[in-house]
């Protein structure tokens, strides 16, 4: 027997005490991840690092980041880990959130949810990936090199001849570290910029300690563990946003307020709103602002096409609508009865 709305209808005090049981659920469920998180926050933190050191060692820099206060790195180490629980520990806590709504929605407007739900993590997971792997390399190396640049001359040291006996030591340039080198050897790694001293033996492995060798120009390129992290953080959260053009576009087009036609009609206007996101959610350069906007455009011309295969009433009749329609059809206009042919009988 189907439930009636009187017997879907749960009191208030109910709701809470659901809602109280779910968010209990999440809570339980993302503390693992969350311990898990800390485990892997420091490799996850190197691994950000990466793309800003081989922008600097490509423009022959140090590839060294700063640390000026005692707990600055710890604190970036603690704002991954969460973030690590959240992206991680979203799926569960979006389940639970879904147990609790999912019964006051009828059966045809879950089929929205089953199509944007998923469809939104995939856009997050692209945004953030196209965001590390194409835009954060382009803009990194765009600000290495163009803080590398100084004055013509500005830095020029004064040159003179040697005094009568001094000569000048020389260290050997390697392209890697030697295999065992013994405690006051030197020498300088020419890929890392820097020179390398074995000091001393630890747990039967030579200590060495590095100096970075830096250019010289009047300014020396050595990032903040802490401002290099939350720009990373704000660049991820702004690709994630920005890639749900697509599911505004659905969002908009399911509730009537625009139609396939009206965007396809403003398409220069789309392009100038692209243009300013790109320029307010990205740093005030123009490559990481062309590269925000171009594939913006790209998803917002994605949600046109999706909005025209994907309608309203598409949707809420299930993915079988055209079969549906036809049937219907079929049921409302029956095509005629051929009058000569028989029904199988006799005469």
């Given at each position: 027997?189907?439930?009636?709305?009187?017997?879907?209808?749960?009191?208030?005090?109910?709701?809470?005490?659901?809602?109280?049981?779910?968010?209990?659920?999440?809570l339980?469920?993302?503390?693992?991840i969350?311990?898990?998180?800390?485990?892997?926050?420091?490799?996850?933190?190197?691994?950000?690092?990466?793309?800003?050191?081989?922008a600097?060692?490509?423009?022959?820099?140090?590839?060294?980041?700063?640390?000026?206060?005692?707990?600055?790195?710890?604190?970036?180490?603690?704002?991954?880990?969460?973030?690590?629980?959240?992206?991680?520990?979203?799926?569960?806590?979006?389940?639970?959130l879904?147990?609790f709504?999912?019964?006051?929605?009828?059966?045809?407007?879950?089929?929205?949810?089953?199509?944007?739900?998923?469809?939104s993590?995939?856009?997050?997971?692209?945004g953030?990936?196209?965001?590390?792997?194409?835009?954060?390399?382009?803009v990194?190396?765009?600000?290495?090199?163009?803080?590398s640049?100084?004055?013509?001359?500005?830095?020029?040291a004064?040159?003179?001849?040697?005094?009568?006996?001094?000569?000048l030591?020389?260290?050997?340039?390697?392209?890697a570290?030697?295999?065992?080198?013994?405690?006051?050897?030197?020498?300088?790694?020419?890929?890392?910029?820097?020179?390398?001293v074995?000091?001393?033996?630890?747990?039967?492995?030579?200590?060495?300690l590095?100096?970075?060798?830096?250019?010289?120009?009047?300014?020396?390129?050595?990032?903040?563990?802490?401002?290099?992290?939350?720009?990373?953080?704000?660049?991820?959260?702004?690709?994630?946003?920005?890639?749900?053009?697509?599911?505004?576009?659905?969002?908009?087009?399911?509730?009537?307020?625009?139609?396939?036609?009206?965007?396809?009609?403003?398409?220069?206007h789309?392009?100038?709103?692209?243009?300013?996101?790109?320029?307010?959610?990205t740093p005030?350069?123009?490559?990481?602002?062309?590269?925000?906007?171009?594939?913006?455009y790209?998803?917002?011309?994605?949600?046109?096409?999706m909005?025209?295969?994907?309608?309203?009433?598409?949707?809420?009749a299930g993915f079988?609508?055209?079969?549906?329609?036809?049937?219907?059809?079929?049921?409302?206009?029956?095509?005629?009865?051929?009058?000569?042919?028989?029904d199988?009988?006799?005469?």
């Amino acid at each position: 027997m189907d439930r009636t709305l009187s017997d879907a209808i749960m009191p208030f005090g109910e709701h809470l005490e659901e809602l109280r049981r779910r968010l209990i659920y999440a809570l339980l469920g993302i503390a693992p991840i969350f311990v898990l998180s800390l485990l892997v926050g420091k490799p996850i933190v190197l691994f950000l690092m990466e793309p800003a050191r081989e922008a600097l060692r490509a423009a022959d820099l140090p590839s060294k980041f700063q640390q000026t206060g005692v707990l600055e790195f710890f604190y970036a180490y603690m704002r991954i880990s969460f973030i690590i629980t959240i992206l991680v520990g979203s799926p569960w806590v979006l389940w639970q959130l879904w147990l609790f709504v999912s019964p006051g929605l009828y059966p045809n407007e879950r089929r929205f949810a089953y199509l944007l739900a998923p469809f939104s993590i995939l856009l997050t997971v692209i945004g953030v990936a196209f965001m590390y792997y194409v835009m954060l390399p382009v803009v990194l190396a765009f600000f290495v090199n163009f803080g590398s640049v100084g004055l013509p001359g500005e830095s020029a040291a004064r040159t003179a001849p040697l005094a009568p006996g001094i000569v000048l030591p020389q260290t050997p340039v390697l392209e890697a570290d030697p295999p065992d080198p013994q405690p006051g050897e030197m020498w300088i790694n020419g890929p890392l910029k820097e020179m390398r001293v074995a000091v001393r033996e630890r747990d039967g492995a030579p200590l060495v300690l590095t100096i970075p060798l830096v250019g010289t120009g009047p300014v020396m390129q050595q990032y903040r563990v802490s401002e290099y992290v939350s720009m990373i953080l704000s660049f991820a959260l702004a690709f994630a946003v920005a890639f749900q053009m697509p599911v505004v576009v659905l969002l908009l087009g399911w509730a009537g307020i625009i139609q396939p036609a009206v965007l396809t009609r403003y398409r220069r206007h789309a392009i100038m709103v692209c243009a300013v996101l790109g320029a307010v959610l990205t740093p005030a350069d123009p490559i990481s602002m062309l590269l925000l906007a171009g594939p913006l455009y790209g998803l917002y011309e994605l949600g046109v096409v999706m909005l025209g295969l994907l309608p309203a009433e598409r949707v809420a009749a299930g993915f079988d609508f055209w079969g549906r329609k036809r049937r219907r059809s079929l049921a409302d206009h029956p095509p005629p009865i051929d009058a000569d042919a028989g029904d199988g009988g006799g005469p």
